[in-house]
T-cell receptor, first 111, second 116 residues
Framework: GQQLNQSPQSMFIQEGEDVSMNCTSS?????WLWYKQDPGEGPVLLIA?????ELTSNGRLTAQFGITRKDSFLNISASIPSDVGIYFC???????????FGQGTELSVKP | SAVISQKPSRDICQRGTSLTIQCQVD?????MFWYRQQPGQSLTLIAT?????????ESGFVIDKFPISRPNLTFSTLTVSNMSPEDSSIYLC?????????????FGAGSRLTVL
């Protein structure tokens, strides 16, 4: 079945640093989504990508849908303490298909 | 996007008991889903709650262990039956929402269950 590999598993960075995380798939996806989960909360959608090569920004966050349709990355610029949380990528192979989640990247930001 | 309310938000349960989690959405939705997130793990789909018919379960999940109700287009329940410590997880309700014309998932805050 479809699998997503998300890396890194965890990151410890200093406030102000930029962060990059990525996901790769064993098969082609038509949709890539990036979610953030704060402690005690459900995942919240950050960015949605629907087209190969698409580059989308949401404030300090930028995500790209890889040209091969098998990967995506998320960048966070100038990190701040409230960026702390777990970031999940998710992909879908077709419009009606099941959403597959990556293993998550746990981000810690030191003030 | 839809607003989802889940309760209980957390509970501590005894081994062998059952607990029902409720999910209420502020608008009518076609698709409702139940996910499990074990400690330190990613999200795993348990089942799709279908209105007017039986839920559709993913591989590894069965109706006897996780019975689901979907009486209308805004409400669903998930029961975790005969609980054991391995059932300690966050259980998340989610619905399909539309973002720029495509479907994305919106999640509730989750129900954190600890089984002793």
């Amino acid at each position: 079945g479809q699998q997503l590999n998300q890396s890194p598993q965890s990151m410890f960075i200093q406030e102000g640093e930029d962060v990059s995380m990525n996901c790769t798939s064993s098969s082609i996806f038509n949709t890539w989504l990036w979610y953030k989960q704060d402690p005690g909360e459900g995942p919240v959608l950050l960015i949605a990508l629907y087209k190969a090569g698409e580059l989308t920004s949401n404030g300090r966050l930028t995500a790209q849908f890889g040209i091969t349709r098998k990967d995506s990355f998320l960048n966070i610029s100038a990190s701040i303490p409230s960026d702390v949380g777990i970031y999940f990528c998710a992909g879908r192979g077709n419009q009606g298909g099941k959403l597959i989640f990556g293993q998550g990247t746990e981000l810690s930001v030191k003030p | 996007s839809a607003v989802i309310s889940q309760k209980p938000s957390r509970d501590i349960c005894q081994r062998g008991t059952s607990l029902t989690i409720q999910c209420q959405v502020d608008s009518q939705v076609t698709m409702m889903f139940w996910y499990r997130q074990q400690p330190g793990q990613s999200l795993t789909l348990i089942a799709t709650a279908n209105q007017g018919s039986e839920a559709t379960y993913e591989s590894g999940f069965v109706i006897d262990k996780f019975p689901i109700s979907r009486p209308n287009l805004t409400f669903s329940t998930l029961t975790v039956s005969n609980m054991s410590p391995e059932d300690s997880s966050i259980y998340l309700c989610s619905v399909d929402s539309t973002d720029s014309g495509a479907n994305v998932l919106t999640f509730g805050a989750g129900s954190r269950l600890t089984v002793l």
